[in-house]
């Protein structure tokens, strides 16, 4: 299995970043996905997840509204569309599949004037 997040950098509040995560190693369009975050100096948190036919999607309280989690079965790649950006959605974002121990190397989002 492997898990490659790309996408982030350096934004202003307000702003906005897609994330992206190639997978590759198992049968992508049969899993779950999901994405997650850990802010500087605090844990790993579940953000969103999305049913393996991308018709059902679920996302933490703090980011509904302002960030869209989407997937593209044909190429194997998980999305995180982020808007209306706030200094604390800072944090390494990680694609994941939920139940199973792989993690990528995760991409750093940081949300600063």
């Known amino acids: 299995v492997q898990l490659v997040e790309s996408g982030g950098g350096l934004v202003q509040p307000g702003g906005s970043l897609t994330l992206s995560c190639a997978a590759s190693g198992f049968t992508f369009s049969r899993y779950t996905m999901s994405w997650y975050r850990q802010p500087p100096g605090k844990g790993r948190e579940l953000v969103a997840s999305i049913g393996s036919t991308g018709a059902s999607t679920n996302y933490v309280d703090k980011v509904k509204g302002r960030f869209t989690i989407s997937r593209d079965n044909a190429k194997n790649t998980v999305y995180l569309q982020m808007n209306s950006l706030k200094p604390e959605d800072t944090a390494v974002y990680y694609c994941?599949?939920?139940?199973?121990?792989?993690w990528g190397q995760g991409t750093q989002v940081t949300v600063s004037s």
């Open positions: 994941h599949i939920p139940g199973q121990n792989d």
